[in-house]
């Protein structure tokens, strides 16, 4: 089969308020960083998630940023000017994530150490950040993500964190609406974001925000994002400022999508239930959660293919090949055949430990440092449970304007595959 009009991974989905409040925004010309459009998505989104401020920033990258800026300066001061105020401090870090996680943690000046992945949500093993404390028990900040919409085991990591006297970031940017024991994710780190990129369950087409209780750290990162201006009749600066703040247009499209949310988790579980379905008798499993304590927002469907059931595949840097075997498939192939169909799938997002950028950085396993001990590899004694997953697992196509049928095909072209 051949979709007429491309089924993506998981784009934008507009209702038409959207359009009122950024035509509202024109009509009254507040086309700034100020407005009605900002404090009204601020207000929604700080009583969606429960916490007590929300500030709406250009990106949730920026506000991953100003978290990492909070947590530099609350635990080793105020940086000097040129000076990251993680400068030469090791930070723990989700390691299968978007590279936006790691990254401010670089701005910053900071050096990220990779925590490698549980089985049961794809999250920060907790085991492996137990290693990591013994390795480096200087450490004082971890950044923790919920992958795909899916919470990680927030309570294990949290009281490792409080034994070692650890901060956390908590990037929630996949994971908008999604809870664990009833609370919302973007509230379980010492500072909080969440994203409004356009693939993201809710957008603004781009766009972030902070999330804390802290009226002290809400006010620093208002003013932080906005030039560091302090209270002058001229412009006066005592502090290195950001133009993160978030556009009145573009919060005018998050205002808009604020009610859909509920609605586009519920297509999203719909989708993800209907490959869980779908897929019974292959040999493959669903991007797995915590059923008991957790509700995702099933931002995006994965699934992985069992061991005994993959071909031979070969990635390179940028480019993979593989040979079909009877019975087994890998996900270069299915992702072959979904790209013939004219649909989107993508695979799972490669480990920063094996990314060439952060490479030469530490990587703790649930056995210890996986780094030092490269040949255990090779003797089997130490797992990279990202690796495995990387090498089995794909994302399927998980966009909420999918229709049954065009999932059905693609569940027909994923069988097919292990023919
Ligand atoms: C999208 C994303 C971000 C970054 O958000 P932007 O709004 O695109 O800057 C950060 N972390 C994760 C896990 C993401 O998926």
């Known amino acids: ?89 090791k930070v723990f ?54 992958l795909y919409g899916t919470p990680a085991k927030v309570d294990e990591i949290r009281s490792i964190c409080a034994k070692h006297n650890a901060l956390i970031i908590e990037d929630a940017a996949e994971s908008f609406g999604a809870s664990y024991k009833g609370k919302q994710t973007g509230t379980f780190g010492n500072f909080n974001a969440i994203s409004f990129n356009g693939n993201k369950i809710i957008t603004g087409s781009a766009g972030g925000m902070f999330l804390t209780d802290s009226k002290e750290d809400a006010d620093k990162v208002r003013k932080w994002s906005t030039q ?35 609605e586009h988790i519920a297509q999203k579980k719909a989708i993800y239930m209907r490959y869980k379905e779908g897929f019974k008798g292959l040999p493959v499993q669903m991007n797995p959660y915590d059923a008991q304590n957790s509700e995702p927002n099933f931002w995006l469907s994965c699934m992985i293919i069992d061991k005994g059931a993959m071909c031979k595949q070969v990635r390179g840097e940028t480019d ?41 950085h530490a990587f703790i396993t649930a056995q210890g440092n996986g780094r030092a001990r490269t040949n255990a590899y090779i003797d089997g004694s130490v797992e990279d449970v990202g690796a495995d997953i990387f090498e089995r697992g794909l994302c399927l196509p998980s966009d909420n304007k999918m229709t049954p049928e065009q999932q059905d095909a693609i569940i027909a072209a994923v069988k097919e595959c292990f023919i």
């Open 320 to 360: 993979a090949l593989y040979i079909h075997e009877p019975g087994k498939t890998c996900p270069t192939e299915i992702l072959e055949k979904i790209a013939a169909m004219n649909a989107e799938g993508r695979p799972v997002w490669k480990p920063m430990h094996m990314q060439p950028i952060y490479r030469s």
């Open 228 to 262: 560091s201006r302090e209270a002058a009749a001229w412009y006066q600066h005592e502090e290195v400022g950001f133009n993160y703040r978030m556009s009145n247009v573009i919060a005018g499209v998050v205002r808009g999508q604020m009610p859909y949310l509920e």
């Open 1 to 89: 089969m051949l979709f007429e009009k491309k089924v993506w991974l998981s784009s934008p989905t507009m209702h038409g308020d959207e359009i009122k409040f950024v035509q509202e925004a024109y009509e009254t010309n507040w086309m700034s960083t100020v407005g009605a459009n900002i404090n009204e998505t601020e207000r929604l989104v700080a009583e969606k998630v429960g916490c007590k401020y929300a500030v709406a920033l250009s990106a949730g990258t920026a506000a991953l940023h100003l978290c990492a800026k909070l947590a530099g300066e609350a635990l080793y001061g105020m940086p000097k000017v040129g000076e990251g105020s993680l400068k030469g401090r």
């Open 93 to 146: 870090c989700s390691d299968m994530t978007f590279d936006a996680t790691v990254n401010p943690i670089a701005y910053e000046n900071g050096e990220a150490v990779f925590i490698d992945t549980e089985r049961d949500t794809w999250n920060m093993d907790p085991v492996a950040l137990e290693k990591a404390f013994e390795i480096y028990p200087e450490v004082r900040l971890v950044v923790l993500v919920h």
